[in-house]
């Protein structure tokens, strides 16, 4: 684990921030990023930027957050690899024109959508995925062909620099740029108008971003969090859906935007199920998970604080709640006979505790879910379609999965993101390539025919016509 004096600072001189935007626009303007060539070397780059420095990247990863190799390589570096690699494949069919109908009014006439970068992209990643959460939405926005400015977080020192090192090695670097910092840059970054704001992290912040793109009307994607929900029904394989809760919930030591952030379970099953997730935190992490290599660190002092501070009055604690400052280790911890008002329920938990509370039945599950702010994700664990319809159709998240946590996110083919307060906009596969284009809605109409009754002056024969073809 890195020391305070091994932390890396970041190097970025705030008045070089005040035109960025500015310079890359140039850039964009001049139209160097338009062609298909373009993009795809910039990709093929990109790939090739983390291929070739996986284990720096791995190093930077273990450093800042203590990851599992593993964790690493699947939900870090082969997220980026594999995205770059799809959206090579698919750059000429995203990037064709899409015709569509035209009505016999608007006759004769071709339609067709065509798509255009934005411009320039400010990306503003956060620390829990930080390879992953920077270079997926930088995929997208290179697919379109935009220019971008990316800001990784603070809070992950070692992933920061490496970025910052790389990016000029790899990617045109009259096209890209790596801002680094915290507040202060990126607020002088905000100040300036950019073409599209892609932000992940939490709400907090997500309407500071908000409030300073409006002033610009630059669009935004907001990836945020909040408190994913798992309804275990008394229908579910318990051995299956512990295994699978645990898994999602103790993967980077719960720092997972759609972790499992609580259960509710039948009452019938309550026990069990507790019982089998114990099981899993054994069989997964040993007797003292402390020992484990494949158990992660909380990213900071800060968190283990504040994670401590929720167990206080928030039931009792059946397995787990050891914490080591030093060595900012939280262990992987159930809590059961959770009052819902409990402070453990009020925030995003975005670490490694797992309430589970009782309830009687699905419907008072789906009440509780929907009693509160919309998820962006919420799992269910039933062998019921009745009860799967019943739980999909009644409740609203950014996305569901049914007997699986995590894995909705692994399909490049479903967009992902947040509904209401968990987010605004998608991206992951062609949803990233739409996230960052403007689709250009285009009509040619041929000159040789010219309708007369188009231009004035007007005839009432024609006004009457159209009158009553209103019904
Ligand atoms: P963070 O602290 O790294 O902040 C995210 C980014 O915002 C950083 O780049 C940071 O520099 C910037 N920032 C912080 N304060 C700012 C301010 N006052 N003004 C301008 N910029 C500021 O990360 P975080 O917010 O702690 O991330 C955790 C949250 O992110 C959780 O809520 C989690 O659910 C959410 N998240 C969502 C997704 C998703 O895909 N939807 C993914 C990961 C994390």
Same mark, same amino acid.
């Given at each position: 684990?890195?020391?305070?004096?091994?932390?890396?600072?970041?190097?970025?001189?705030?008045?070089?921030?005040?035109? &960025? *935007?500015?310079?890359?626009? %140039?850039?964009? !303007?001049?139209?160097?990023? #338009?062609? /298909? $060539?373009?993009?795809?070397?910039?990709?093929?780059?990109?790939?090739?930027?983390?291929?070739?420095?996986?284990?720096?990247?791995?190093?930077?990863?273990?450093?800042?957050?203590?990851?599992?190799?593993?964790?690493?390589?699947?939900?870090?570096?082969?997220?980026?690899?594999?995205?770059?690699?799809?959206?090579?494949?698919?750059?000429?069919?995203?990037?064709?024109?899409?015709?569509?109908?035209?009505?016999?009014?608007?006759?004769?006439?071709?339609?067709?959508?065509?798509?255009?970068?934005?411009?320039?992209?400010?990306?503003?990643?956060?620390?829990?995925?930080?390879?992953?959460?920077?270079?997926?939405?930088?995929?997208?926005?290179?697919?379109?062909?935009?220019?971008?400015?990316?800001?990784?977080?603070?809070?992950?020192?070692?992933?920061?620099?490496? &970025? *910052?090192?790389?990016?000029? %090695?790899?990617? !045109?670097?009259?096209?890209? #740029?790596? /801002? $680094?910092?915290?507040?202060?840059?990126?607020?002088?970054?905000?100040?300036?108008?950019?073409?599209?704001?892609?932000?992940?992290?939490?709400?907090?912040?997500?309407?500071?971003?908000?409030?300073?793109?409006?002033?610009?009307?630059?669009?935004?994607?907001?990836?945020?969090?909040?408190?994913?929900?798992?309804?275990?029904?008394?229908?579910?394989?318990?051995?299956?859906?512990?295994?699978?809760?645990?898994?999602?919930?103790?993967?980077?030591?719960?720092?997972?935007?759609?972790?499992?952030?609580?259960?509710?379970?039948?009452?019938?099953?309550?026990?069990?199920?507790?019982?089998?997730?114990?099981?899993?935190?054994?069989?997964?992490?040993?007797?003292?998970?402390?020992?484990?290599?494949?158990?992660?660190?909380?990213?900071?002092?800060?968190?283990?604080?504040?994670?401590?501070?929720?167990?206080?009055?928030?039931?009792?604690?059946?397995?787990?709640?050891?914490?080591?400052?030093?060595?900012?280790?939280?262990?992987?911890?159930?809590?059961?006979?959770?009052?819902?008002?409990?402070?453990?329920?009020?925030?995003?938990?975005?670490?490694?505790?797992?309430?589970?509370?009782?309830?009687?039945?699905?419907?008072?599950?789906?009440?509780?879910?929907?009693?509160?702010?919309?998820?962006?994700?919420?799992?269910?664990?039933?062998?019921?379609?009745?009860?799967?319809?019943?739980?999909?159709?009644?409740?609203?998240?950014?996305?569901?999965?049914?007997?699986?946590?995590?894995?909705?996110?692994?399909?490049?083919?479903?967009?992902?993101?947040?509904?209401?307060?968990?987010?605004?906009?998608?991206?992951?596969?062609?949803?990233?390539?739409?996230?960052?284009?403007?689709?250009?809605?285009?009509?040619?109409?041929?000159?040789?025919?010219?309708?007369?009754?188009?231009?004035?002056?007007?005839?009432?024969?024609?006004?009457?016509?159209?009158?009553?073809?209103?019904?």
């Amino acid at each position: 684990m890195a020391t305070s004096d091994t932390i890396p600072e970041p190097n970025t001189d705030l008045e070089q921030i005040s035109d &960025v *935007a500015a310079e890359l626009r %140039r850039t964009f !303007d001049g139209g160097a990023t #338009r062609s /298909i $060539e373009w993009r795809d070397r910039q990709l093929a780059a990109l790939g090739r930027l983390v291929s070739e420095n996986a284990d720096a990247f791995v190093a930077a990863l273990q450093a800042d957050l203590g990851k599992p190799t593993l964790e690493a390589l699947t939900a870090d570096l082969v997220m980026v690899t594999d995205s770059a690699k799809a959206a090579r494949k698919s750059l000429k069919k995203w990037m064709a024109p899409r015709r569509v109908s035209t009505p016999l009014q608007s006759q004769p006439a071709k339609s067709w959508l065509q798509s255009e970068p934005l411009g320039v992209a400010l990306i503003i990643s956060p620390w829990n995925y930080p390879v992953q959460l920077l270079m997926l939405p930088v995929i997208g926005a290179v697919a379109a062909g935009n220019c971008v400015v990316m800001k990784p977080s603070e809070v992950t020192p070692h992933v920061s620099a490496l &970025v *910052a090192e790389l990016v000029p %090695r790899y990617l !045109d670097s009259k096209c890209f #740029r790596v /801002i $680094e910092g915290g507040v202060a840059e990126t607020t002088a970054l905000l100040e300036q108008r950019f073409d599209h704001i892609f932000y992940t992290g939490n709400g907090a912040v997500g309407r500071i971003v908000m409030e300073a793109a409006a002033r610009h009307l630059t669009p935004v994607t907001l990836e945020l969090g909040g408190k994913s929900p798992c309804i275990v029904d008394k229908s579910a394989n318990l051995e299956v859906a512990a295994k699978r809760i645990a898994w999602g919930k103790w993967m980077n030591a719960g720092q997972t935007c759609i972790a499992p952030d609580y259960v509710l379970v039948h009452e019938d099953v309550e026990a069990e199920l507790v019982d089998k997730l114990a099981n899993c935190v054994r069989a997964f992490y040993g007797e003292d998970p402390r020992e484990s290599g494949d158990y992660a660190r909380i990213v900071n002092s800060r968190h283990i604080k504040r994670l401590q501070s929720l167990l206080k009055e928030s039931g009792d604690v059946v397995v787990g709640g050891e914490v080591n400052e030093d060595e900012r280790y939280f262990a992987p911890t159930i809590l059961r006979n959770v009052p819902p008002e409990s402070p453990v329920m009020s925030d995003e938990i975005f670490g490694p505790i797992l309430p589970v509370l009782r309830v009687r039945d699905v419907d008072e599950a789906i009440a509780f879910v929907t009693s509160r702010d919309k998820p962006l994700a919420l799992y269910a664990f039933t062998e019921s379609q009745e009860i799967e319809a019943k739980i999909l159709e009644r409740t609203s998240s950014g996305g569901a999965a049914i007997n699986a946590t995590i894995f909705q996110a692994s399909n490049p083919n479903l967009p992902f993101g947040g509904v209401g307060p968990s987010g605004t906009g998608s991206y992951h596969g062609k949803a990233s390539f739409d996230t960052f284009s403007h689709q250009k809605s285009v009509l040619r109409k041929p000159t040789r025919f010219d309708l007369k009754f188009l231009y004035p002056p007007y005839r009432p024969a024609m006004a009457k016509m159209i009158r009553k073809s209103l019904g």
